[in-house]
């Protein structure tokens, strides 16, 4: 939502994945989606930076839910370095 409020075009994404817990635990699809919810985070060292070309606000077609169709392309990769609101 940041990006909506200040208009910039370009955010970057990177993988984020559960640090391993428990494994004795099956390797389930189920087991996976409650780690990623539950469990400490490990984030990539590189990310892509896309770039919003379009941006159109569909909440009249959605019965009033506030929803977003967007354009974009992915224009470069970025290191990260550090996190600066990691929460």
Do not use: W
């Amino acid at each position: 939502s940041n990006i909506i409020l200040n208009g910039s075009r370009r955010f970057v994404v990177t993988l984020v994945q559960p640090q391993p817990q428990n494994p004795d635990k099956p390797d389930t699809l189920g087991n996976k989606l409650k780690s990623l919810k539950s469990s400490p985070k490990s984030i990539a060292e590189v990310g892509v930076v896309f770039y919003v070309e379009e941006f159109n606000k569909v909440d009249e077609e959605t019965e009033g839910v506030i929803k977003y169709v967007c354009k974009h392309r992915v224009i470069g990769r970025v290191k990260i370095h550090k996190i600066l609101n990691p929460r």
